[in-house]
């Protein structure tokens, strides 16, 4: 892919679904912060993008939708199951979970916690960390009558339990969606190694499917 230098607020607003409303704070040579999203992406989550900017496929001078970064975690689980022969064993299987591979940071300014996701599709090793989310349709109105609790949950707030009970990331919040009043997004924060219910098997599984050196 080429790359788009990003020098308008314009063309950087382009990069997010029409519709949402946002705050863009430039930051010189280096890039740009959006933040305070009205949709779609949780209010205290804030996104890095940098200054050179991956493009479409289609156009050299259109840059990337932030939204081509999510992919199903369900695609990358069985392309493993291929490659390695390992059953995964994610608790997150068959959710409709979507991961973005970035950097993710976290500080306390002002008295006020700011979690940044830094854009990295090519983060080197054991630097990644990915934001996650997950669709919830009619996350704000239908109730589990089948959960028992001493008043009724929400769709909503047993998957966020859910994700805290297995997890507990250093981020977790919700989004509005802009296609549905009722439905909402659930975003957390997961390193690879979180996928896996059984981290050890996966990793033996890459070390089985490295290809020996040979000598000359």
């Not at 949950?153 to 009970?165: C, K, L, M, P, Y």
Request: charged fraction near 25%; glycine fraction near 6%.
């Amino acid at each position: 892919m080429g790359k788009f230098a990003l020098g308008e607020e314009k063309l950087a607003r382009q990069i997010f679904p029409i519709g949402v409303d946002m705050n863009i704070t430039p930051l010189g040579s280096n890039g740009f912060i959006a933040g305070n999203f009205s949709a779609v992406y949780p209010k205290r989550l804030s996104i890095f993008i940098p200054i050179d900017y991956v493009t479409n496929r289609f156009s050299n001078n259109i840059p990337a939708e932030f939204e081509s970064f999510f992919r199903p975690l369900d695609d990358f689980l069985n392309y493993y199951d291929r490659l390695t022969e390992i059953d995964c064993r994610s608790d997150f299987v068959g959710k409709g979970v979507e991961c973005a591979i970035g950097k993710f940071s976290d500080f306390d300014y002002k008295g006020e916690r700011h979690d940044t996701f830094a854009i990295s599709p090519n983060a080197p090793s054991g630097t990644v960390t990915l934001l996650c989310r997950r669709l919830v349709r009619g996350g704000r109105t239908v109730m589990l009558s089948e959960v028992v609790h001493t008043r009724e949950t929400t769709v909503a707030e047993e998957a966020i339990s859910e994700v805290r009970g297995i997890l507990n990331p250093s981020f977790l919040d919700v989004a509005d969606s802009l296609k549905v009043e009722e439905d909402l997004y659930i975003y957390w924060s997961m390193k690879p190694s979180q996928i896996f219910v059984y981290p050890e098997l996966a990793m033996a599984g890459l070390m089985l499917s490295t290809p020996t050196k040979t000598t000359r």
